[in-house]
């Protein structure tokens, strides 16, 4: 089947109905498709092959694709096939038909206290799996989590994720990757991280933007951004830091509570409670995750909304 069926509506490979472009990336676009043998919807993602090996990413991409073909679960997006031509890969994707969370967020501004634990147990469901798995994201934001139609969130865009076995012998990774607005203070340090705490401070910035509807260290430049987050300097608004701000862990008849006076030095806990400072503590984990004394009822006195940051160079 010829490459140019993309630009517009048609059959591609006699197996999928191409239709609508839904949006772009940087090496191509993602059409809305369907299914001829089974009648389901997809989202048809579109790689030009020549502009991946003129940006030397084709290992990256297929590194996309292997991770995505390992981490099958409710809370991250299927890979349902791949195919390809002489030009192009075709990735038949689940197609989520409720859009980024930041969108949610920057029209809406922050969430209440149980769809912000409903996101955010979901969100350390997918991501606990991934690290089972050996898989590190590693681009963790609301822009790569999509929203189906029932409300249910979607890790999305595995295209910085790494193996366990990427890393060097010193056991971390050095590759600095992501949106800096997002990733841990050592991934832009230079010195060496570990993928799966990296990926949990990019949990808890989220669970904050969340619950405030603003980033927690912003700031034009970059440096200046990177020393917020070693100093843990950023505004919690009053209607958090007001209250007793903590979550609650239940697994197998136990009980962890995770806040001010719980988590301890050198702890999962404890680490990311001192970066965001004891307001909403995150520990990373999947089921069970509650939220208790969150007085949600206050209202911000102006209104803060996320904004989009820009991928770090690759």
Request: proline share 4%; hydrophobic share 40%; aromatic share 6%.
């Amino acid at each position: 089947m010829a490459d140019e069926v993309v630009e517009g509506k048609g059959v591609l490979q006699g197996r999928y109905e191409l239709g609508r472009v839904l949006g772009y990336g940087n090496f191509g676009r993602v059409h809305a498709a369907r299914d001829l043998r089974t009648g389901r919807a997809v989202a048809m993602k579109v790689v030009a092959k020549e502009k991946v090996e003129h940006a030397g990413m084709v290992e990256q991409i297929k590194r996309e694709i292997a991770v995505m073909k390992m981490v099958s679960h409710p809370n991250i997006v299927e890979l349902h096939e791949v195919m390809a031509t002489r030009t192009k890969v075709y990735l038949a994707l689940e197609l989520v038909r409720g859009g980024e969370l930041f969108h949610r967020i920057a029209r809406h501004g922050r969430v209440g206290e149980d769809v912000a634990r409903r996101y955010f147990r979901q969100l350390v469901s997918a991501v606990d799996f991934c690290h089972s798995r050996g898989v590190y994201h590693r681009d963790l934001k609301p822009e790569n989590l999509l929203l189906d139609e029932a409300g249910n969130l979607k890790v999305a865009d595995f295209g910085f994720s790494a193996l366990a076995g990427h890393a060097s012998p010193d056991g971390l990774l050095h590759t600095a990757c992501g949106t800096p607005a997002y990733v841990a203070p050592e991934v832009l340090g230079g010195k060496g991280y570990d993928g799966a705490k990296a990926d949990l401070w990019s949990c808890g910035v989220i669970l904050y933007v969340l619950l405030i509807g603003a980033l927690p260290f912003q700031d034009d430049n970059l440096m200046s951004m990177y020393r917020k987050m070693q100093r843990g300097d950023f505004l919690c608004p009053p209607w958090v830091c007001s209250c007793t701000g903590r979550l609650t862990y239940h697994s197998e008849g136990r009980t962890l509570r995770v806040g001010s006076a719980d988590a301890s030095e050198g702890t999962a806990a404890g680490r990311l409670q001192a970066q965001l400072q004891a307001s909403v503590t995150i520990l990373a984990v999947s089921p069970g995750l509650e939220f208790e004394g969150l007085d949600h009822a206050r209202k911000p006195d102006t209104d803060v909304t996320a904004t989009r940051s820009s991928p770090m160079p690759r």
